[in-house]
């Protein structure tokens, strides 16, 4: 009953705080990008921070020495929960994101996401999405942003996984851009759809950088898809890294 009350009070704040914290970024679509990603940046910490607070849930992220510091990249991240569309802030420089279209339709927290520049895509348009990617991407990583994927396209059970859409590996290839993979577990204490946070530990393992330069987009994708459920494999007990469907995009 206690974990189930600590998970409540945690879900019950983030719910109340991303609307301030939206509104500001919407009503701040004047001011530089950075002062944008700087709110948006604080909303997250906050949100890690708390549910370390609250429900026990904390991290540690191996591989920080793979982190670019001097170029942006493509950044590919296993996605099982919530959590980590915090931690891409809290950890990594400024950026911007992939994600479906049907965010930008929720009040506020939509209107929040078009200040910050994020690419929404309709995950249903295969070719046309890709070409989106590439095109919005290549002008966010001139201006020195990295672009943030999550190469299943949805949140995936723990032990599972899916062909990984190829729209990053095309802009990688396109732009000659590096992908930096990274792995997690986040879905094994916060499941996706899921109220219980569970306490615990999550790891965050961040991979060597792919090179894309030569190499078909197919070879890209598959080098990194590989590497991140190698990693999965090792960082989730019984995993299976089971193939559920091919996804477009």
């Given at each position: 009953m206690l974990l189930w009350a600590r998970s409540l009070l945690f879900t019950l704040q983030m719910f109340v705080t991303v609307w301030f914290y939206?509104?500001?970024?919407?009503?701040?679509?004047?001011?530089?990008?950075?002062?944008?990603?700087a709110i948006a940046r604080a909303w997250c910490r906050l949100q890690v921070e708390l549910v370390e607070a609250i429900c026990g849930l904390g991290y540690r992220v191996e591989g920080r020495e793979h982190v670019p510091t001097d170029r942006?990249?493509?950044?590919?991240?296993?996605?099982?929960?919530?959590w980590e569309t915090f931690i891409q802030l809290v950890e990594f420089p400024s950026q911007c994101w992939v994600h479906k279209?049907?965010?930008?339709w929720v009040p506020i927290f939509g209107w929040a996401l078009r200040a910050m520049d994020a690419i929404a895509i309709d995950r249903g348009a295969g070719h046309a999405a890709v070409e989106q990617v590439v095109a919005q991407g290549r002008c966010q990583l001139a201006a020195g942003k990295w672009v943030m994927i999550f190469p299943e396209g949805t949140?995936?059970?723990?032990?599972?996984?899916?062909?990984?859409?190829?729209?990053?590996?095309?802009?990688?290839?396109?732009?000659?851009?590096?992908?930096?993979?990274?792995?997690?577990?986040?879905?094994d204490f916060w499941r996706r759809n899921g109220l219980i946070k569970r306490p615990g530990t999550i790891v965050v393992r961040i991979g060597p950088l792919i090179e894309p330069?030569?190499?078909?987009?197919?070879?890209?994708?598959?080098?990194a898809q590989a590497w991140i459920e190698a990693q999965m494999k090792d960082?989730?007990?019984?995993?299976?890294g089971i193939e559920l469907e091919r996804t477009k995009g």
């Open positions: 939206a509104a500001l970024v919407t009503l701040l679509f004047w001011a530089p990008y950075s002062t944008r990603f942006p990249v493509v950044c590919y991240l296993k996605h099982q929960s919530a279209q049907e965010l930008v949140r995936m059970p723990p032990g599972t996984t899916r062909r990984y859409g190829v729209s990053g590996a095309v802009l990688a290839a396109a732009t000659d851009t590096p992908i930096l993979p990274v792995a997690l577990n986040a879905g330069r030569g190499r078909a987009p197919e070879e890209i994708n598959a080098e960082i989730t007990p019984g995993y299976a």
